[in-house]
């Protein structure tokens, strides 16, 4: 073994197989991290370390390549080891031909990346977090301004409504107070007549007195409803 064999050995997964999948040759770093010893990996298939997680064509994808196409297969894949546990590995594989070109067997390259992997789901879960928390900060923000509207909406009928109460009691209470006023006015005009009274001076005086009340009666509904109507025209 040359110095730079001895380099690629120490630093990645190295592993050789025969032209029916047979492992012919793994080195220490596969050991290490698959957890097979070297007697337990020799003369058996390389699926001791398949995952079992990708679909038949990734591993027929790798066949038409390696073989048909004579040609370096590279992919990310998720191995298992003897624990049970999965790893990823950065996988070249490439087919060993004789001179007539026929595959004698396989050679493959392998670096674990099972560190980098995990990281980048960290990542990527962190990334989906941050959406789902942003989706719900928006959503949460939308309520408050709904609420918000509805507040002011129930708060400025509320105030319309007090405000049409409090004019409402206004109207009635002048009324009422003009009405007493011309009933007694009334009484006392009928009350001389009957005690045979001079009726003139109170007949002029109530029909004054009446008149007046009924030009302020007008007077401040007219106001009432004047204001009114302004301070609806505002609020819309």
């Not at 220490?28 to 020799?42: N, V």
């Not at 790798?62 to 894949?77: E, G, L, P, Q, S």
């Not at 990346?113 to 990527?124: H, L, M």
């Amino acid at each position: 073994m040359n110095e730079l064999e001895k380099f690629v050995d120490a630093a990645t997964i190295v592993t050789k197989a025969d032209a029916q999948g047979k492992i012919t040759y793994v080195n220490e770093k596969f050991c290490e991290i698959s957890g097979y010893s070297f007697d337990e990996a020799i003369g058996r298939d390389h699926n001791i370390v398949n995952s079992g997680t990708h679909p038949h064509e990734f591993w027929r994808n790798m066949y038409r390549t390696v073989v048909k196409d004579k040609k370096i297969w590279n992919a990310i894949c998720v191995n298992r080891k003897k624990d049970g546990s999965l790893y990823y590995v950065d996988s070249f594989i490439k087919g060993d031909f004789n001179e007539e070109g026929r595959l004698i067997g396989y050679m493959s390259i392998r670096q674990d990346v099972s560190n980098i992997y995990k990281a980048n789901e960290e990542i990527k879960k962190s990334q989906e977090q941050i959406v789902q928390i942003n989706s719900e900060l928006k959503e949460a923000l939308e309520d408050a301004e709904n609420a918000k509207m509805v507040a002011l909406n129930d708060l400025d009928f509320m105030i319309k409504k007090s405000q049409n109460e409090l004019l409402g009691i206004v109207v009635r209470t002048a009324l009422w107070v003009i009405l007493g006023v011309g009933l007694i006015t009334t009484g006392l005009y009928v009350f001389s007549i009957l005690v045979n009274a001079e009726t003139q001076i109170i007949g002029s005086t109530w029909s004054n007195m009446f008149g007046i009340l009924l030009t302020n009666a007008f007077s401040i509904v007219g106001t009432i409803m004047g204001v009114k109507y302004a301070t609806e025209k505002q609020n819309n």
